[in-house]
């Protein structure tokens, strides 16, 4: 258990509307990651950050920010969303030697 | 760029038998690290083992192993005694040796293995 918590754990939300996505660490990581799974797709990176105000997009970033103002704290925002953005949520941590963690997934469905 | 095949979309296995999941990867760099994960049907990724690429020995835990084939780019996960909570869904994945910025997994799509009674 590397003490990674996502809240919420299920959200629906309608077209257009914000949401927030909210990922916690309690191990003082440096790297943490937010991947999205789509099924026939694996995971797939979004955004990254290296520390506290340091963040990056991956592989499938159009649509989603984040944003890290305290190390423990990782937020992935949708602007607006899409239903193309229903999906499974994963945030990991990185350690510092090499391997991820994750933690359980936020299922949102966007109507 | 980076990428992971599992060609194998579903496996099944009887408990108590040995089951064997593919993977292959194509990539151009000489160290890297792989990395094999479980997700039952609770939906969590559990790590299940890792390899270095720059040590020839497989990774062994429990009654996980791997096959690890540097120069056919291949990377296989062996499951002994197969046992019904073996049940999940199987990823591979595949991170570039350097950290930081460059550390995110690539994955494949997976291998959903069923494993009768």
């Known amino acids: 258990d590397a003490g990674i918590t996502q809240s919420p754990r299920h959200k629906v939300t309608e077209t257009g509307t914000p949401v927030t996505l909210r990922c916690h660490q309690t191990?003082?990581?440096?790297?943490m990651y937010w991947y999205r799974q789509d099924p026939g797709h694996g995971l797939r990176l979004i955004h990254y950050?290296?520390?506290?105000?340091?963040?990056d997009k991956g592989e499938v970033s159009d649509g989603y920010s984040v944003s890290r103002s305290k190390t423990e704290d990782f937020l992935l925002t949708l602007e607006s969303a899409t239903s193309s953005q229903t999906s499974v949520y994963f945030c990991?941590?990185?350690?510092?030697?090499?391997?991820?963690?994750f933690g359980p997934g936020t299922r949102l469905t966007v109507t | 760029a980076q990428t992971v095949t599992q060609s194998q979309p579903e496996m099944s296995v009887q408990e108590a038998e040995t089951v064997t999941l593919s993977c292959t990867y194509d990539?151009?760099?000489?160290?890297?690290?792989l990395f094999w994960y479980k997700q039952p049907p609770s939906r969590q990724m559990i790590l299940v083992i890792r390899?270095?690429?720059?040590?020839?020995q497989n990774a062994t835990e429990n009654r996980f192993s791997v096959n690890f084939q540097k120069a056919a780019k291949s990377f296989s996960l062996k499951i002994s005694d197969s046992q019904l909570g073996d049940a999940a869904m199987y990823f591979c994945?595949?991170?570039?040796?350097?950290?930081?910025?460059?550390?995110?997994?690539?994955f494949g799509k997976g291998t959903k293995l069923s494993v009768k009674p």
């Open positions: 990991a941590i990185g350690t510092s030697g090499y391997e991820q963690y």
């Open positions: 191990e003082n990581h440096r790297y």
């Open positions: 950050s290296y520390g506290v105000k340091d963040t």
């Open positions: 990539t151009s760099e000489s160290d890297y690290y």
């Open positions: 390899q270095e690429a720059y040590k020839q």
């Open positions: 994945a595949y991170r570039r040796f350097y950290g930081g910025s460059q550390g995110n997994l690539i």
